[in-house]
């Protein structure tokens, strides 16, 4: 069972930046794919960035790509998405995940609880 929890979410404004954190539970951090999703007001979730447990595999949304950038620390248990030049759009409860399997699955098995970022125009 892995636990994770989402943080660093607030107000900010367009072109703007912002790095969540997301820090997980468990002594196999780096065998797991870590994702970010997110989930704006009436839409359904949708990914936003992934990168396998050694780090050396990362894809992004188009959406997102070239703004946002995603990491890890193995020794901290912690993964990253560093968010710049957020755009209005980019509202939505921002959701960190992990998975065993590859990073090419779209199957996440753990769920943060989420945290909000909002950007006002």
């Known amino acids: 069972q892995v636990q994770l929890v989402e943080s660093g979410g607030r107000l900010v404004q367009a072109g703007g930046s912002l790095r969540l954190s997301c820090a997980t539970s468990?002594?196999?951090?780096?065998?797991?794919?870590m994702g970010w999703f997110r989930q704006a007001p009436g839409k359904e979730r949708e990914f936003v960035a992934a990168?396998?447990?050694?780090?050396?595999?990362?894809y992004y949304a188009d959406s997102v790509k070239g703004r946002f950038t995603i990491s890890r620390d193995n020794a901290k248990n912690t993964v990253y998405l560093q968010m710049n030049a957020l755009k209005p759009e980019d509202t939505a409860v921002y959701y960190c995940?992990?998975?065993?399997?590859?990073?090419?699955?779209?199957?996440?098995?753990?769920w943060g609880q989420g945290t909000q970022v909002t950007v006002s125009s």
């Open positions: 468990g002594r196999t951090f780096s065998s797991y794919t």
């Open positions: 990168i396998s447990g050694s780090g050396g595999i990362r």
């Open positions: 995940a992990a998975t065993l399997r590859s990073i090419g699955s779209p199957k996440y098995d753990y």
